[in-house]
Structure formats: structure tokens, C-alpha cells
């Protein structure tokens, strides 16, 4: 079966906050023949993962690389990279992710009114304007 994993699946599975649910979700997540993880699912995860349960950027980057590092997971890991990069810069992930996707479908400059969103994608090399 191939599926594609909510973002509570992927919370359940990582934070294991409730013991029959968590198990549900890493039998799902390990016996699906495939596991597509949808750059919304993940920025969701990291954005409840950073304000709900307090954890720390490193922590949190590891937790999504070792979701990646599973043979049957599949991702956009340039949009993983760019949200990684971003927020151990001090950016929100979600920014990164924005930043890269805009890129790949044509956009030239990112424009937001998040001052630390804009200093982070200059300083990563992207067009980026703060309106104001």
C-alpha cells in the first residue's frame, strides 16, 4: 500500500503521547510499501512539534531527517533542506519551504512582512523584499 501520512500520523508516531495511537501509526508508517510526506505535513509537524511541545531546532531536525532516512519515505528533500536551513537561521521551516517551492514554480523574489523571513532568505542567497 502506498499512503499518504497526516500530519497527526507522523506527530502520533514521533511523540508517542498516546500508546495505542502511536503504535497504529508506526505499524502504518512501517508497513506501507510506500510513505509520501507531503511538505504541508511536515511543516505542520515541525510548527506543532516547535510551539506545542517545546522541542528544541536540533532535536526537531533530527526527527525529520530520521523520517527521511526510511527506505520506503518519500519527500521533497530540497524543500526539506531549504526548511532545515532556514530554521536553524532563525527562520520558521514553513519559510524555507515557501521560499523553495515559490523558486521551483517561477517566482523571482520573496516578498513577506516577517523581517527575520527576509533577512534569512538573503542572507541564503535569495531575492527577498521586506514590504512594510
Not at 25 to 44: F, T
Not at 88 to 101: K, M, R, S
Amino acid at each position: 500500500m502506498k499512503i499518504i501520512a497526516d500530519t497527526n500520523v507522523l506527530l502520533r508516531a514521533v511523540i508517542e503521547d498516546d500508546a495505542e495511537q502511536s503504535r497504529v501509526a508506526r505499524l502504518a508508517l512501517s508497513s506501507a510499501k510506500q510513505v509520501v510526506l507531503s511538505r504541508h505535513a511536515l511543516c505542520e509537524m515541525v510548527w506543532v512539534l516547535s510551539r506545542s511541545y517545546k522541542l528544541p531546532k536540533d532535536e526537531i531536525s533530527r526527527t525529520i531527517l530520521g523520517l527521511l532516512d526510511a527506505e520506503n519515505v518519500i519527500a521533497d528533500h530540497g524543500a526539506v533542506e531549504a526548511g532545515l536551513k532556514a530554521m536553524e537561521a532563525g527562520a520558521d521551516f514553513a519559510d524555507g519551504v515557501i521560499v523553495h517551492e515559490g523558486r521551483w514554480l517561477g517566482g523571482e523574489i520573496f516578498v513577506s512582512f516577517d523581517k527575520k523571513a527576509v533577512s534569512v532568505a538573503s542572507e541564503q542567497g535569495q531575492k527577498a523584499r521586506l514590504l512594510a
